[in-house]
């Protein structure tokens, strides 16, 4: 099978709500936008997606946008803080692959994930899922079921402990690809 990746995305930040004030156009990942805007309240997703974060350098609580406007975003998703930095998520063709386990360091039960997972706990009698390993494609991980709660994006690799990366205390229930929109 052949994957191949495109990498169409812009976003553009604005200062204030209803996208007033100074503005920032971003087509790439940005690790802390601070250095263009002191602060930001709205966004217009013009192609692509993206995942936005609280903190600078990718961190903090992480939030999924696709294409479209966001005129007050704190409150339309629920965030206290501003967007700090943004990551262009490629948008991916051909299979999605991933390996779930229900301890740190690839340990204990398993399973292989070729779609989205509503809820791990149903279809897999898996208490919990604590490392993964993603083989194809990008997903978002979810902290409770149905897609709800905090969430996290992955892209193909090895995560051998959410814990270690910031998500102390956060257990992901389901997970989905993430499909050309």
Same mark, same amino acid.
């Given at each position: 099978t052949t994957?191949?990746?495109?990498?169409?995305?812009?976003?553009?930040?604005?200062?204030?709500? =209803? *996208?007033? /004030?100074?503005s920032y156009e971003c087509m790439s990942d940005?690790?802390?936008?601070?250095?263009?805007?002191?602060?930001?309240?709205?966004c217009r997703v013009e192609s692509g997606c993206f995942m936005v974060y609280d903190r600078p350098n990718f961190m903090g609580n992480?939030?999924?946008m696709r294409r479209g406007e966001y005129a007050d975003y704190m409150s339309m998703m629920g965030m206290r803080d501003c967007i700090r930095s943004c990551r262009m998520i490629p948008m991916h063709r051909g299979q999605f692959r991933m390996r779930i386990y229900e301890?740190? =360091? *690839?340990? /204990?039960?398993?399973?292989?994930?070729?779609?989205d997972c509503d809820n791990v706990m149903d279809r897999y009698r898996m208490s919990d899922c604590m490392s993964?390993?993603?083989?194809d494609g990008h997903w978002l991980m979810y902290e409770q079921p149905h897609y709800r709660g905090r969430m996290m994006y992955l892209r193909p690799g090895e995560y051998r402990?959410?814990?270690?990366?910031?998500?102390?205390g956060t257990r992901f229930m389901s997970m989905r690809r993430i499909m050309d929109m």
């Open positions: 994957t191949t990746t495109m990498t169409m995305g812009k976003i553009i930040f604005y200062e204030e709500r =209803n *996208f007033q /004030g100074r940005c690790s802390d936008m601070s250095s263009y805007l002191s602060r930001c309240h709205s992480q939030y999924f301890r740190e =360091n *690839f340990g /204990g039960q398993s399973h292989e994930l070729m779609e993964c390993n993603v083989m402990s959410f814990r270690e990366m910031g998500m102390s």
